[in-house]
């Protein structure tokens, strides 16, 4: 029954939870809470993969406080929306810095917003965890780096399609430096392969008429397309691509074609080739409880890499705490850099010491009826790129992203 | 032969492409002068109009050529009577209401859409020319835009609203004194451009897919081509979307895409530099 005493001292309560906004909780009393940040954009164009990194964060988050937490505290998670505005990150990476004092920053999507918070976070001796698949070649001791980078990706995907398709590629990359980077690595793994990349053409974010390209493409007869496109605008391509019927003539695969199975249909998609350090069709059955409670409690419809990963890498800093038995920066670190490995989801993944990138299976899939299906996996694919770069253990005090120069 | 058909095709595609995304604003700008800065989210309401139908089970057709127009007619129509109608021969002021109200429009459709991509598959399936393919779609658009201006003209230049409009488009007091009324005129030509601009937004739907920031990708061009047009709307609109379709499409197939846009814009400026009235500035004056 419901007097009025009660209601209002649930609307009061109601009232205080939106004030401090979602997910934070604000019962517990200081002293029995560590405060960790997540700066995901949850708004913006990059909302689709923000809104299940926080999901899969605050799930981590959860668990490990049901099983006892850290340390005899909880953890606090404090969620900051940077809007899909890289003004804002650094803004909030400094207030979770400075005046909450958080134990470590989870976040970031792009590599742009990343490295706009990676020397604040440094500066200020706050731990970061970039969840991420990205370009490679991040080389700092205060960073770990648990997505896939294209040396584990892309060196697998290439050979798999050319000996299913043939030997001729024509690559299609967004415009920026994961694109440029990603048609590099392309191309050097089609030449190792005894291949050759006919063509490859770059296209802004913004671009959405891909009429000519399409018809570009036949003209140069490849025997299959390398996608590397990225964002809400590109995703015409896949409709202009299949509106001509040439989705049934050329086959194509991708290293970024991942959410957009949502949005585009079965027609659209089925028989693209996907390759990724995570896919929701993996069939163990940590992956099964971990999609069903995500696409239940959280009504995430379909789980990437970058949140997967985001999930694992909670859990791997968790474990290193408890390892380290102390929130101490340094000590946290070198617990992760002793082999940290948490076996979760995606699989198994292992910080590497000598570069804070993961060590992760990789996965072959293929787009069928807004699923990827596993084709084939990759276990323990080592980061070959960031390792050709970068040495933590030499050069503890390196602060860069090294431009991986792709020999080709 | 057929890579000689595929290109001539393309070209196609891209003039009409061209006068889709302009014909709206070249008559609002043509006929009443007004600056219409949320013409971008004009398409983009048209887009989610058609989306928005087709999803509730209105048939595809239906829901581009008929709810997609219908919706953003009247929405301009209310648009014309409540802000526009106020700021009549007032340029600057009007574009800073409709700059305003693209803002607006753009923050109601992310809070009811959410920003996230929508999109239908384009319909009609494809069809092969020689050794290659191309979407029927297309080829149906490149059709649509025509028909637009076939039947602008005759409305134009054979009925008596059109008698109507083309009096008050050259002088209003003189119109309003041999007995028409402007205000009437003014706000049925807003609804009609916003119409078509409905039109166009629900017909590219299927293939570029909608966000509520679409319409910047689209409102630069549609300037573009209106300006280098000049003052006949639909003659103008015709001969500055062929030109600059054709050089867009030739650069992007001998370079890339990212050239093709570049060529598009340096050949306006230089075209703007040439004729600074717009191509019927100079050349076909009487034309329509």
Redesign the interface.
């Known amino acids: 029954m419901i007097n009025r005493r009660k209601l209002f001292r649930s609307a009061a309560a109601g009232a205080a939870t939106l004030a401090t906004g979602p997910f934070v909780i604000r019962d517990l009393h200081a002293q029995d809470v560590m405060k960790i940040a997540g700066i995901h954009d949850t708004s913006g164009g990059l909302d689709i993969y923000g809104k299940q990194m926080v999901a899969t964060l605050d799930l981590a988050v959860n668990e490990v406080n049901d099983s006892g937490g850290l340390l005899g505290r909880k953890i606090q998670l404090i969620n900051y929306d940077p809007q899909s505005n890289i003004q804002l990150y650094t803004q909030y990476a400094t207030e979770a810095a400075t005046k909450d004092k958080v134990a470590v920053v989870h976040g970031g999507i792009t590599s742009a917003s990343r490295e706009a918070i990676r020397p604040l976070l440094k500066r200020f001796n706050t731990l970061y965890f970039y969840n991420t698949l990205y370009e490679g070649g991040v080389c700092d001791r205060n960073i770990f780096c648990t997505g896939s980078t294209p040396a584990q990706t892309v060196e697998k995907l290439v050979p798999y399609v050319q000996k299913k398709w043939g030997k001729k590629v024509y690559t299609i990359a967004a415009d920026y430096n994961y694109g440029q980077i990603t048609a590099k690595w392309v191309k050097k793994y089609a030449q190792d392969n005894g291949g050759e990349v006919v063509q490859t053409d770059f296209f802004p974010l913004d671009v959405t008429d891909f009429g000519p390209t399409v018809k570009k493409i036949q003209a140069a007869k490849p025997d299959l397309v390398m996608s590397a496109l990225v964002g809400a605008a590109h995703i015409s391509f896949y409709r202009q691509w299949a509106a001509a019927g040439m989705n049934k003539q050329i086959p194509l695969a991708s290293t970024t074609f991942g959410n957009e199975i949502v949005i585009t249909s079965p027609e659209e998609h089925n028989g693209y080739i996907v390759a990724f350090g995570y896919l929701e069709g993996i069939d163990t059955p940590a992956n099964k409880k971990f999609v069903e409670i995500v696409h239940g409690k959280y009504a995430i419809p379909h789980m990437t890499e970058l949140a997967t990963m985001t999930y694992h890498g909670l859990h791997l800093w968790a474990d290193a705490v408890k390892k380290a038995g102390s929130l101490d920066r340094m000590k946290v670190i070198e617990a992760l850099e002793a082999g940290a490995s948490y076996d979760g989801p995606a699989g198994k993944t292992t910080i590497d010491a000598k570069t804070h990138h993961d060590i992760l299976d990789v996965y072959i899939g293929e787009a069928r009826d807004k699923k990827f299906v596993v084709l084939e996996k990759f276990p323990q694919q080592q980061p070959a790129d960031t390792q050709a770069v970068c040495d933590l253990k030499k050069n503890p005090n390196e602060n860069k992203q090294y431009v991986i120069d792709v020999k080709t | 032969m057929d890579?000689f058909v595929?290109?001539l095709l393309?070209i196609g595609?891209?003039i009409a492409?061209l006068v889709l995304l302009s014909i709206g604003l070249a008559v609002i700008f043509g006929m009443m002068r007004v600056i219409n800065l949320a013409h971008g989210e004009f398409l983009m309401l048209g887009g989610y109009a058609a989306i928005t139908a087709y999803n509730h089970g209105v048939n595809l057709w239906l829901a581009m050529m008929l709810v997609a127009p219908l919706t953003v007619g009247i929405f301009g129509a209310v648009v014309e009577r409540l802000v526009i109608r106020h700021l009549y021969g007032r340029l600057i002021d009007t574009m800073l209401a409709t700059w305003g109200l693209s803002l607006a429009m753009i923050g109601f459709v992310t809070v009811v859409f959410?920003?996230?991509?929508?999109?239908i598959?384009?319909p009609l399936?494809?069809?092969?020319i020689g050794?290659?393919?191309?979407?029927a779609?297309?080829i149906f658009l490149i059709g649509i835009a025509a028909l637009l201006l076939v039947v602008g003209w005759l409305v134009l230049r054979f009925t008596r609203h059109g008698l109507i409009s083309r009096g008050t488009m050259q002088n209003p007091a003189m119109a309003a004194a041999l007995g028409t009324n402007p205000s009437a005129v003014y706000a049925a030509t807003f609804a009609v451009g916003s119409a078509l601009s409905g039109l166009a937004g629900g017909l590219l739907a299927?293939?570029?897919?909608v966000?509520p920031?679409?319409g910047?990708?689209y409102i630069a061009k549609a300037f573009i081509t209106v300006i280098s047009g000049g003052a006949a709307i639909l003659s103008g609109t015709a001969i500055a979307s062929t030109l600059l379709g054709a050089i867009n499409?030739l650069a992007?197939?001998a370079f890339?895409?990212?050239l093709?846009e570049v060529a598009l814009l340096v050949a306006a400026v230089v075209l703007l530099r040439l004729l600074p009235q717009g191509i019927t500035g100079r050349f076909f004056r009487r034309a329509l």
């Open positions: 890579y595929i290109l393309q595609s891209a492409s959410g920003n996230t991509v929508s999109g598959s384009a399936g494809s069809l092969s050794a290659y393919r191309t979407g779609y297309e299927p293939l570029s897919g966000v920031t679409i910047s990708a499409t992007t197939f890339t895409s990212v093709g």
